[in-house]
């Protein structure tokens, strides 16, 4: 099956700093989504991409769908405590038709006051 | 706004037993969802609905079953618990037309097979 590939898998940074994280395939997906998922809660949406070259902002995270539409990144700046959490990238594939997302395994951000 | 309800939040059954993990949504959506999140790891898909009656298989089917039999009602049964089936277990929904569309969560049921 399509696989996406996340990165970092973790980070650790100071409050303030800004964060990038990405998602690569080596297929071409339609549709770029990022969520995130605090301790104990379901997945939230964040940000939704649907155009190749689309930047979306969301208060101070910022996601593009890449230009090749292999890939995507998610920006937050000016990191806060609550920004703790894991940051799930979810595409659908071009070439497999109307299938179901796929999830990438997420970067778990920490924020060190 | 219920959005994605489960129940319940946390169980625990001896290898062997079974259960039915419930999930209901209030939002119309057609499309539902069934996923396990082992620790550390990203979600994986067990079962999809397009819609009642319908149902297809994910990544990882083998020891559960579903139904659909109303829009809003996608339960989960686990037959024959195992301790591989140990994890946190998400349902979800989106909208009708394409897969494209995001998936709302519910908040999850916790697992324990012992």
């Known amino acids: 099956g399509q696989q996406l590939n996340q990165s970092p898998q973790s980070m650790f940074i100071q409050e303030g700093e800004d964060v990038s994280m990405n998602c690569t395939s080596s297929s071409i997906f339609n549709t770029w989504l990022w969520y995130k998922q605090e301790p104990g809660e379901g997945p939230v949406l964040l940000i939704a991409?649907?155009?190749?070259?689309e930047l979306t902002s969301n208060g101070r995270l910022t996601a593009q769908f890449g230009i090749t539409r292999k890939d995507s990144f998610l920006n937050i700046s000016a990191s806060i405590p609550s920004d703790v959490g894991i940051y799930f990238c979810?595409?659908?594939?071009?070439?497999?038709?109307?299938?179901?997302?796929?999830f990438g395994k997420g970067t778990r951000l920490s924020v060190i006051a | 706004n219920a959005g994605v309800t489960q129940t319940p939040k946390f169980r625990i059954l001896k290898i062997g037993q079974s259960m039915t993990l419930q999930c209901t949504q209030d939002m119309n959506h057609n499309y539902m969802y069934w996923y396990r999140q082992d620790p550390g790891m990203g979600l994986k898909l067990i079962y999809y609905?397009?819609?009642?009656?319908?149902?297809d298989k994910g990544e990882v089917p083998n020891g559960y079953n579903v139904s659909r039999s109303t829009t809003e009602d996608f339960p989960l049964r686990l037959e024959l618990a195992a301790p591989s089936q140990t994890s946190v277990y998400f349902c979800?929904?989106?909208?009708?037309?394409?897969?494209?569309?995001?998936?709302?969560f519910g908040d999850g049921t916790r697992l324990s097979i012992l």
């Open positions: 991409l649907y155009k190749a070259g």
């Open positions: 609905s397009v819609g009642a009656g319908i149902t």
């Open positions: 979800a929904s989106s909208g009708q037309g394409r897969f494209n569309q995001p998936q709302h």
């Open positions: 979810a595409g659908q594939p071009r070439l497999s038709g109307n299938t179901p997302l796929v």
